[in-house]
Each structure stands twice: as structure tokens, then as C-alpha cells.
């Protein structure tokens, strides 16, 4: 095989690599691209979570609190129960 055959054979073994490396260069950006806007959905759920938090945690405070205030439950519902 001559020299000039020889480079050929190398330029276009090389040219293949290099156009299966470009796939996997579009395919590893696909997959980026995919994670982005699974981080997106991912963290405008976790801001809806954490101000349900919020709002749940606030509930249960405001209902401790009434609990405390009332505190004729307990001995009404023991007075109630007696015969």
C-alpha cells in the first residue's frame, strides 16, 4: 500500500471516530437538556411543597394555639362522660 493510500485509509478511519464522537457529543446534549428542565419541574415542585409546608405548619400552630385556649375541653368532655 503506498503512502498516499495509507494516509487515505488513516484520514477516513478518523473521520469515522470523528463523526461517532459528534453522535454521542448530540447525544450526551440531548440528556443535558433532558436534566435541565427535570430540574426546572423538579424545583418548582419543591417550592410548592415547602410553601404548603408552610401554610400546614402554620395551620397546625393556629389549631395548638386554640387548643391551649380552650382548655374546658379536656375536664368538659370528663364532666360530659360521668354518669
Known sequence: MSDV???RA????????LAEEHEMIRDL???IVAKDEQITRLSAEN??????NTQL????AELDRQLKMNSTN????????KP
Request: glycine content about 6%.
Open 74 to 81: 379536656s375536664s368538659f368532655a370528663t364532666v360530659v362522660s
Open 10 to 17: 488513516e484520514l477516513a478511519e478518523l473521520r469515522a471516530g
Open 29 to 31: 446534549q440531548r440528556v
Open 57 to 60: 405548619r402554620g395551620q397546625v
Open 5 to 7: 493510500a495509507q494516509l
Open 47 to 52: 417550592a410548592r411543597l415547602a410553601e404548603e
